[in-house]
């Protein structure tokens, strides 16, 4: 079945340096690919998606492109903020709207 | 509307008793999902409806989870005979559904399951 995987963390960064989650996937068709974050104490919110090949998704900076050749949906951002400690995940849908298929997620971590 | 709102945040229960837990939607969406989240791991589907139908239910992880949402609206998710294995953080999502694409599902706060 479908799956998605994650690097696992938590991964700790000084603030300014870039960050790189990795995300790769295993579907039978051609997914929609999600980024979630989870802010402390929060609910999941939608970060950005992708819904095509080579489609990149981007929002507050962050940045994840749609690579069907390697199967891949990795999350970047140039500069990373104190406030970008969270918990990060991947995800996808066959269905545009239907059921959503997670990984295990990953904790950022931000150091001033 | 202010979002997604789940109730109780957390619930604290023996053993073999039942607990139910409510949904309330954005009031424009149709769809509404309920996940399990365990710890260390991503949100896990469990079901979903369009109104009041239940399109999907296979995906409940035993016949002691049942869910409904008699009016199209707030939606519940009860467990009977609680399991050590049923703890763990429940989530429901609202959504719009058409035929226009990809529709955001918004995610409550969660319900905190403990069985004791």
């Known amino acids: 079945g479908d799956s998605v995987t994650q690097m696992e963390g938590p991964v700790t960064l000084s603030e300014e340096a870039f960050l790189t989650i990795n995300c790769t996937y295993t579907?039978?068709?051609?997914?929609?690919l999600f980024w979630y974050v989870q802010y402390p104490g929060e609910g999941l919110q939608l970060l950005l998606k992708?819904?095509?090949a080579d489609d990149k998704g981007s929002n507050k900076g962050f940045e994840a492109t749609y690579r069907k050749e390697t199967t891949s949906f990795h999350l970047e951002k140039g500069s990373v903020q104190v406030s970008d400690s969270a918990v990060y995940f991947c995800?996808?849908?066959?269905?545009?709207?239907?059921?959503?298929?997670w990984g295990a997620g990953t904790k950022l971590i931000i150091k001033p | 509307d202010t979002g997604v709102s789940q109730d109780p945040r957390h619930k604290i229960t023996k053993r073999g008793q039942n607990v139910t837990f409510r949904c309330d939607p954005i009031?424009?969406?149709?769809?509404l999902y309920w996940y399990r989240q365990t710890l260390g791991q991503g949100p896990e589907f469990l079901t979903y409806?369009?109104?009041?139908?239940?399109?999907?239910k296979s995906r409940l992880l035993s016949d002691r989870f049942s869910a409904e949402r008699p009016k199209g609206s707030f939606s519940t998710l009860e467990i009977q005979r609680t399991e050590q294995g049923d703890s763990a953080m429940y989530l429901c999502?609202?959504?719009?559904?058409?035929?226009?694409?990809?529709?955001?599902?918004?995610f409550g706060p969660g319900t905190r399951l403990t069985v004791t």
């Open positions: 579907a039978t068709g051609y997914p929609s």
């Open positions: 992708a819904t095509k």
């Open positions: 009031s424009e969406h149709n769809r």
């Open positions: 995800a996808l849908s066959e269905d545009s709207n239907y059921q959503l298929i």
């Open positions: 409806f369009q109104n009041e139908a239940q399109l999907e």
């Open positions: 999502a609202s959504s719009q559904w058409g035929d226009r694409g990809f529709y955001e599902q918004y």
